[in-house]
């Protein structure tokens, strides 16, 4: 049986300003960071502690992708790295 804080937090994923993320696999954060030429601290952050990073299972040093409808670029792309806090 689920609690009414894990309904509400599954709820928070599909709210309509909520965008899609995705934790990467090290294979795939790996190839990412080279494609980009950065190092992960150079990415924007996303603290352990966000709802969505708790609910993906993020952990400090992670990399998780965003994924944005955009109504100029149809998709928008963006790289997180997961922080203590």
């Known amino acids: 049986m ?3 804080s ?9 709210h309509e300003y909520v965008p899609k993320h995705e934790l ?3 294979e795939e954060a790996i ?3 080279k494609e980009l030429g950065v190092r992960p ?3 924007p952050w996303i603290r352990a502690s966000d709802p969505v990073a708790r609910l993906l299972g993020a952990k400090p040093g992670d ?4 994924i944005r409808k955009s109504p100029t670029a149809g998709v928008s ?6 922080v203590v806090g």
């Open 24 to 26: 990467l696999s090290k």
């Open 63 to 66: 990399i998780v992708r965003v």
């Open 77 to 82: 792309i963006a790289y997180r790295f997961v």
């Open 31 to 33: 190839k990412v960071l």
């Open 41 to 43: 601290e150079q990415l």
């Open 6 to 14: 894990e309904k509400i937090s599954h709820k928070i994923l599909e």
């Open 2 to 4: 689920s609690t009414r």
